[in-house]
């Protein structure tokens, strides 16, 4: 779809050109929405991403978390778009995978993502009915497809909330969006 693809480059180009301190501090602000959710509170099995240039970073919310007890799974790609949520320890334990984006090492465990308790995405953009631009691979949506849905959070900067993302029949969407401004709940 082409309007997908020219939406992706703007967002990409506005992701990059975000500026470090700017990234960090709204950061900081979503990982304390997270923290203070009842989701967090009742969540024990969460897969969350490890960013990439100008995406949201969770690592603060991760190391909290595995201080917490909570089981952490990130993201594994693998091959033809499928990935795995594979067991963080500790963020110091994370190693450079395929395509450049942090994972955890060899031979951690996988998990069973339908026990998951939470799924914590990143997109290039999204719109207040929970519709997810994503990097254009499908890893998410397919990783994502047989998971309850209510489940399935994102998290991103306010620029990245527009008015309407397209979508197609495969498009997972997400039930709830936080940025360092707004709580979005979609469902």
Not at 96 to 107: E, K, L, N, V
């Given at each position: 779809m082409e309007e997908k693809k020219v939406l992706r480059k703007q967002m990409n180009s506005l992701l990059h050109s975000l500026p470090a301190d700017v990234c960090a501090a709204g950061s900081s602000v979503i990982c304390r929405s997270l923290w203070q959710s009842e989701k967090y509170k009742t969540a024990k099995r969460i897969m969350a991403f490890l960013h990439m240039a100008g995406e949201v970073s969770l690592d603060a919310f991760i190391d909290r978390a595995v201080k917490d007890g909570k089981e952490i799974y990130v993201p594994r790609c693998l091959d033809e778009g499928r990935m795995e949520g594979v067991r963080l320890y500790s963020l110091a334990a994370a190693v450079?995978?395929?395509?450049?984006?942090?994972?955890?090492?060899?031979?951690a465990p996988v998990c069973d993502r339908r026990q998951l308790d939470w799924l914590i995405v990143s997109g290039l953009a999204f719109d207040r009915q929970g519709h997810r631009l994503g990097r254009g691979a499908g890893f998410y949506d397919r990783f994502a497809e047989n998971i309850r849905g209510d489940i399935v959070w994102a998290v991103a900067h306010g620029f990245q909330l527009i008015d309407s993302v397209p979508v197609e029949a495969h498009d997972v969407s997400v039930s709830v969006i936080v940025t360092e401004k707004e709580y979005i709940s979609t469902i």
């Open positions: 450079s995978g395929r395509y450049g984006i942090r994972t955890a090492a060899g031979g």
